[in-house]
């Protein structure tokens, strides 16, 4: 355990002095004592992606974050998924005690996942009244729009 | 610092760790072709296929067509078909040596969204109209849409949790496999054959367009814009740190560069690129750390030396250059190490291995076992003769040429001997 601690140190050290954060980090974890948390104590570095060390450095993940949180906006909830399930340790950590940069990427995770939770609600809603009302409730439409029939129709299986 | 006792068992560990992590995907792919091809072979008519179309031949039409006609038929579509490959590849070699880079990048963009996209839809569709599911257009579109452009997203564009890019990279495999597999027999067969051998000669050959790619890669020190399956790189063991290649360049190629036909106009070619192994410069660690799909440079870098020669560099570096020494690269075609230290595989070994086990799942399912093994066996022969020659090596022969050996002998010797025992009920 100790040695994937530090192992994870060294990682992070090297992550980065990649992304030239490292000075200032170590003057924190130094300076700071190990006090406030995992914030200044690089053996408990907290990554800000699912990914761990292998994932983005934390610039680049408010970039992303808001890159994810605005595209989803083109009908595209999973997207949304996505940046919720790729930010999960940003989500899932509490205000307090994490990092500050985490505060940056908290708010674009968190609507992120309000919409998808919204639009996964509305799409479910919409597929269970289809499957389970049928035809009573839609009437001759329901044979329209279901796949497919639509797919006979219009002889899309056909050309793979 | 004491040399941590039992850092000789962990180097098993962390090397049984690596090659799983690189045959649960070969497999989830391999499972989920004979999954489909079992469900969807039984409503379509083999010859209402577009690529049976592109490649009709006599096996498809009456079964009195001689053995002979089926099997000029079958070599000549496969020979057009590596044809076209080859040309394909050349074609790629000329405009990454011409530094056309945006417009590779882009168009494998492009080719990974038809996949997804349409062929996707199409299957999908297959699918829902199999199991009569009744699901709605829109909510059809909507999820299809979703699917295609996060996973182009994920493969081509930005970086996106390791796990989604894995999977989408696999379902990409998965979508063209099933789609080869809808070849007629033969053919199917006749090219599986014809892409080991072409795979042999463009890697191991000095004119071989793969081995120009890799080399002209390695050289610039720039990643081949191509589907590549990276593994996640294991954690080295404590005490171990990072393997280490200093000032190295070990290039494992793989595999596996395929290009649908251009005669079918709506698909285009995709292309793996081989792994290569190349030493990085310190500076890039980070970028070696990220994993991503499109590494820099595949090396593994001397973290040490990037954390400033520290003491215990110094003496971690005699650990890691026995490790070095012990492990070889684990480069196999396709198989490589990344700038992490995991390994990559073409994602074209993917899907050749797929139609391999597809079609065999279109006859039988011993035949599926059987196959999947001398795949898997195929695989770590490929792992050990790259360990032991250390350049780059294609991927496919081996794999294939026991896998098509093995159908056959278990379409005529097994079958009949299981069939036998089993019906007198004779178990074993």
């Not at chain 1, 205000?95 to 985490?102: G, I, L, R, V």
């Not at chain 2, 000669?201 to 050289?219: F, K, M, N, T, W």
């Not at chain 2, 520290?310 to 070889?328: C, H, I, W, Y």
Request: net charge negative; glycine share 8%.
């Amino acid at each position: 355990m100790e040695g994937r601690g530090q192992h994870e140190e060294d990682e992070e050290r090297r992550h980065l002095g990649g992304s030239g954060l490292i000075l200032r980090r170590d003057a924190a974890g130094s300076g700071g004592g190990g006090g406030g948390g995992g914030d200044s104590d690089p053996s408990s570095h907290q990554w800000p992606t699912v990914d761990g060390p292998l994932g983005l450095s934390e610039e680049e993940s408010v970039a992303y974050a808001r890159r994810f949180f605005l595209w989803g906006f083109a009908l595209l909830p999973l997207l949304w998924a996505v940046n919720c399930f790729y930010f999960w340790p940003v989500l899932r950590s509490r205000p307090s005690s994490s990092p500050s940069s985490f505060s940056r990427i908290r708010p674009y995770v968190l609507r992120s996942a309000i919409g998808f939770l919204v639009f996964a609600v509305l799409l479910s809603s919409w597929v269970l009244i289809f499957l389970i009302g049928g035809e009573h409730l839609f009437g001759p439409v329901w044979q329209d729009l279901v796949m497919y029939n639509l797919a006979d129709r219009l002889g899309l299986a056909g050309w793979v | 610092m004491a040399q941590d006792p039992d850092s000789t068992p962990s180097l098993l560990d962390s090397l049984g760790e690596e090659i799983i992590r690189i045959v649960a995907p070969v497999s989830a792919c391999m499972l989920l072709v004979v999954l489909l091809v079992s469900t969807l072979s039984s409503s379509t008519s083999p010859l209402s296929s577009l690529a049976a179309a592109a490649y009709s031949d006599p096996s498809s039409s009456s079964s009195a067509a001689s053995i002979w006609d089926k099997l000029s038929g079958a070599l000549l579509s496969s020979l057009v078909f590596i044809a076209s490959v080859t040309l394909l590849t050349f074609l790629l070699v000329l405009l990454f040596y011409l530094r056309c880079t945006r417009f590779l990048k882009s168009y494998m963009a492009f080719s990974s969204f038809v996949v997804l996209a349409f062929l996707g839809g199409e299957i999908l569709l297959l699918l829902v109209t199999h199991f009569s599911f009744p699901i709605d257009a829109i909510t059809f579109s909507l999820l299809l849409l979703n699917f295609s452009v996060v996973g182009v997203m994920a493969v081509f564009m930005t970086k996106m949790p390791i796990s989604v890019n894995q999977g989408y990279l696999v379902i990409i495999g998965v979508l063209v496999a099933y789609w080869f597999t809808l070849l007629p027999e033969w053919t199917t067969w006749a090219l599986l054959v014809a892409m080991a051998l072409y795979d042999l000669a463009a890697v191991l050959l000095p004119g071989g367009p793969l081995r120009l790619l890799v080399e002209l890669a390695i050289s610039r020190d720039e990643d081949i814009p191509a589907l590549v399956y990276e593994a996640r790189p294991v954690e080295p063991r404590p005490g171990a740190r990072r393997r280490l290649w200093r000032e190295r360049r070990d290039y494992g190629t793989n595999s596996g560069s395929n290009a649908n036909p251009s005669s079918l106009g709506n698909m285009s070619p995709v292309t793996d690129e081989r792994r290569d192994l190349g030493t990085n410069s310190s500076l890039n660690s980070n970028n070696s750390m990220t994993g991503e799909a499109l590494p820099e440079t595949r090396l593994v870098i001397s973290e040490q030396e990037s954390a400033g020669g520290s003491s215990r560099s110094e003496l971690r570096a005699p650990l890691v250059q026995t490790q070095l020494d012990s492990r070889g690269e684990g480069e196999i075609e396709g198989i490589g190490l990344g700038s992490s230290g995991a390994i990559k595989l073409g994602l074209g070994d993917f899907i050749f291995y797929s139609v391999l086990v597809g079609r065999a799942a279109m006859y039988d399912f011993m035949t599926v076992y059987a196959c999947y093994l001398a795949i898997i066996a195929g695989l770590g022969i490929t792992l050990l003769l790259l360990a032991f020659y250390r350049k780059a090596l294609p991927a496919l022969p081996v794999s294939i040429m026991l896998g098509v050996f093995v159908y056959f002998l278990t379409r005529v010797l097994l079958e009949v001997f299981v069939v036998q025992c089993s019906t007198n009920l004779l178990m074993f």
